[in-house]
């Protein structure tokens, strides 16, 4: 369907074939084009809205009546599964989110910090005396997945199994069909699907104080949760708790070695560094979730059933609400970002994944604060950034 085509969309909020694969760079561009509008729409493939304004973005992200979670992007095949707690709203989606909100309290997380800072030590320290690395697949990523597999309880003796489904996902990104490449691979989602089902089966023959074993006493509306649905949840934690994290971190470590100045004072001031890391996640927020409007005129321009994408980097680098958008500001007094979404759907590890960031930026620049890209650096590939090989010299 072309704009021209939609009902819902004017010639004004018309970008024509706007890929949805597109940079945040191009996000922003296209947004900049339709400021007066407020959205624009696409229509590349089935078609889609682009709200662009911060304002408009928490609205949407707010208000179940209008947009619902039947579709969370506009990727192809995006609203074929059920994704626990993603793809589900209302009173079901609160009991599945203070269930799992249980096991990512600020007092868990408290817990867990020792294990955390003490694995990105480990790594750093095996690091140092190479005197280069891949930051992404040498440290960040092992990082994040390791971390994640001692949340969740999975056995960290596996985590060169998981790196392969994760790296095997990533792939398939970049193959001619990739919902054929990343559903049908032993390295995509069967194989994850695979690993889950068996590790389920070990924690109900082995019972554990970890979240897989506390989810057999877990029931939603008086009835004890399915298989099914403890996988879909387990399977979740692992796509949306890796990449965005490692994604992150690698965005605040590329801006530190083309930024001197910034990275002197990071490494130089402990005091500068929690605004510092706030501020890495409004500028390099680069996630574009989706929603489906439930009715015509929602968000006043889509029409029943169409999809709407909510960028955050688009919400993030509203200049109406961070002057100066695209400029690294240690010192913003006011932050309001959404790098971790709003609303009832705010990523239920938010508070895991900060402490993540801070810890690995921590260890980082008092064990290797001087560090630089090669000369033979690659580009930033577009999108999600997560097959970038940061490479860095010291």
């Known amino acids: 369907m072309q704009a021209d085509e939609c009902p819902h969309a004017t010639k004004q909020a018309a970008a024509a074939d706007f890929d949805f694969f597109n940079s945040p760079a191009e996000y922003r561009r296209a947004a900049a084009e339709h400021a007066r509008d407020g959205a624009f729409y696409s ?16 609205d949407a992200f707010r208000d179940e009546e209008q947009f619902t979670v039947e579709r969370v992007s506009a990727a192809e095949g995006a609203d074929d599964e059920r994704w626990v707690p993603l793809t589900i709203d209302g009173g079901e989606h609160a009991q599945w989110r203070r269930k799992l909100g249980a096991w990512f309290t600020p007092q868990r997380v408290r817990e867990l910090q020792p294990t ?35 949340a969740v309880g999975w056995p960290v ?3 060169d199994h998981l790196l392969r489904i994760n790296l095997g996902m990533i792939a398939s990104r970049y193959e001619p069909d990739p919902r054929e490449a990343a559903f049908h691979s032993e390295v995509g989602l069967p194989g994850l699907d695979a690993y889950v089902r068996k590790n389920v089966e070990l924690r109900r023959a082995e019972p554990a104080d970890d979240l897989v074993t506390a989810t057999f006493d877990w029931e939603i509306d008086g009835v004890p949760i399915t298989d099914e649905d403890r996988i879909s949840l387990l399977s979740v934690l692992f796509l949306a708790g890796v990449d965005s994290t490692v994604n992150h971190m690698s965005n605040a470590v590329q801006h530190l070695a083309h930024h001197d100045e910034d990275r002197a004072r990071f490494v130089a001031d402990r005091e500068v560094r929690p605004a510092a890391v706030e501020e890495f996640l409004r500028v390099f927020s680069c996630m574009y979730p989706g929603r489906k409007a439930a009715r015509d005129g929602a968000g006043s321009v889509a029409g029943h059933g169409q999809t709407v994408l909510l960028p955050l980097a688009l919400a993030n680098h509203d200049p109406e609400v961070f ?60 999108f999600l950034r997560n097959a970038y090989d940061l490479r860095l010299v010291w």
């Not at 229509?43 to 928490?58: P, R």
């Not at 960031?357 to 890209?373: F, V």
């Open 43 to 58: 229509g590349s493939g089935d078609g889609f809205w682009v709200f662009t304004e911060y304002g408009k973005i928490c």
């Open 116 to 150: 955390i800072r003490a694995n990105a030590q480990r790594r750093i320290e095996a690091l140092i005396g190479r005197g280069s690395a891949s930051f992404n697949e040498d440290f960040a990523r092992p990082y994040v997945l390791e971390n994640l597999m001692v």
């Open 323 to 382: 002057p100066d958008p695209e400029r690294v500001r240690f010192e913003r007094e006011k932050n309001p970002h959404i790098a971790f979404g709003t609303g009832h759907h705010q990523c239920a590890g938010a508070g895991f994944a900060r402490a993540q960031l801070h810890t690995a930026l921590d260890e980082w620049h008092e064990r290797i604060p001087q560090y630089r890209l090669p000369p033979s650096a690659d580009e930033v590939p577009p």
């Open 157 to 159: 003796d596996d985590l």
